[in-house]
């Protein structure tokens, strides 16, 4: 085991300015060079490992918006086939190329990850329960594999409801009881559909080769932090223990075999660690202008997008009204490789409403305009206005740039 104070004492493999840090860790997930356009959303999944899904849908729903931000205008129905295979009634088996399951969050993983996340289906087995209660869960469990067996992929409202009736956590014993099988790998996510879960049978939706759990726990957390540490380049301990939401003594125990090698971060107070790969190839191309979802795996750790980038985001929509700073869903702008502002967009027929904007100062101008024609322009808006700034002198700018 290499605790962080056992890496303190270990020569690092390279020092590097907070500068180059920053760019490897761009150009790792994929915001830095040439977009991989062969391999589209698809390659987009892979490389990061993980893409968060949530329910609020502004532009697009933040999974959209993921691929969007490395590759430019990629279509709605291409991202939702790059994640899941549907299975049209009485088609042959297909199996998907991603999968749901809890990682950072709930995320579109890659199908090539399943034996991986064998370790936590076995502590959610081992821990017997949801934190929602059955009255009688095999009986339960029992009706929805029978469901599905004989029936093939369903909706939670399609087994039978998904909510009593109350608030929306409220849910239903069929709903309490797919979810668990979906915890302990009986069952998969095998897509959305309008927004709702679609569960099969894992066995069915799994491809063979994948379809086990025989990976120890070691094993299993030592590929998961190999990954987080080549999807961000470069990352402290607290930083890949965040990507799957794993606990620091996890990481702690598997370093050593990850192939991550110490670095020296110039401003870093803590050990980091690098991709290998990622030191040995020289960081250089084009940076991406492009709106980022809060949910991105680029910023969705709080504390590593201030140490890298300098800049403090935090998600608002849950935040009441008059308490938001930078509105409900404010989207930072990555020009350059740094964070020059943020955006919280709203759509009001064909136009794209920037409902309140706020910049870094007038070298941000023209990115922001740039970002906000190309949003528009995605989500099929064929103007864009603003409603707010908290700079005159700036809105006034934009305005004329947007022009």
Not at 18 to 29: I, T, V
Not at 137 to 153: K, Y
Not at 321 to 343: E, N, Q
């Amino acid at each position: 085991m290499t605790t962080p104070a056992q890496a303190k004492g270990r020569t690092p493999e390279a020092r590097l300015s907070a500068d180059e840090a920053r760019r490897l860790a761009l150009r790792a997930q994929g915001l830095l060079g040439a977009p991989d356009r062969r391999g589209g959303a698809r390659g987009v999944l892979r490389r990061l490992g993980a893409v968060q899904l949530d329910t609020i849908s502004v532009l697009a729903r933040s999974h959209e918006l993921v691929p969007y931000a490395r590759l430019g205008a990629v279509g709605r129905a291409e991202v939702e086939a790059a994640y899941w295979t549907p299975r049209p009634a009485g088609a042959p088996t297909s199996h998907p190329h991603g999968f749901e399951y809890w990682s950072h969050a709930a995320c579109v993983l890659p199908i090539e990850e399943w034996p991986h996340f064998a370790f936590r289906r076995r502590a959610f087995q081992a821990r017997g329960h949801r934190w929602h209660v059955m009255e009688d869960a095999e009986r339960s469990c029992a009706a929805v594999r029978d469901r599905l067996t004989a029936e093939g992929p369903l909706t939670a409202t399609e087994l039978g409801g998904a909510k009593n009736g109350g608030e929306w956590y409220d849910w239903s014993e069929t709903k309490i009881a797919v979810e668990w099988l979906l915890d302990t790998g009986e069952v998969v996510c095998t897509e959305r559909r309008g927004w709702k879960r679609v569960y099969d049978l894992a066995e069915r939706a799994v491809p063979d080769a994948l379809f086990h759990d025989d990976l120890d726990d070691a094993e299993c957390m030592r590929r998961l932090v190999a990954q987080a540490g080549a999807a961000m380049g470069v990352a402290t301990r607290a930083d890949l223990a965040d990507y799957h939401r794993l606990k620091a003594e996890q990481v702690d125990a598997v370093i050593e075999g990850t192939g991550l090698v110490p670095v020296e971060v110039e401003g870093w107070s803590r050990p980091a660690w690098a991709d290998p790969a990622a030191l040995a190839a020289p960081v250089r191309g084009r940076h991406r202008t492009t709106l980022l979802s809060p949910f991105d795996s680029l910023i969705w750790d709080r504390p590593r997008t201030e140490r890298i980038f300098g800049f403090t985001h935090r998600l608002e929509a849950y935040t009441p009204k008059a308490r938001r700073v930078h509105g409900y869903f404010a989207m930072p702008l990555l020009t350059g490789g740094r964070l020059a502002g943020r955006v919280d967009p709203g759509r009001e027929g064909r136009t794209l409403v920037a409902r309140q904007v706020s910049l870094d100062g007038v070298k941000a101008v023209a990115p922001m305009a740039q970002a906000l024609r190309e949003a528009a322009e995605w989500v099929g808006c064929d103007s864009v206005r603003i409603e707010r700034c908290d700079d005159a002198r700036l809105a006034a700018e934009l305005v004329t740039a947007l022009g």
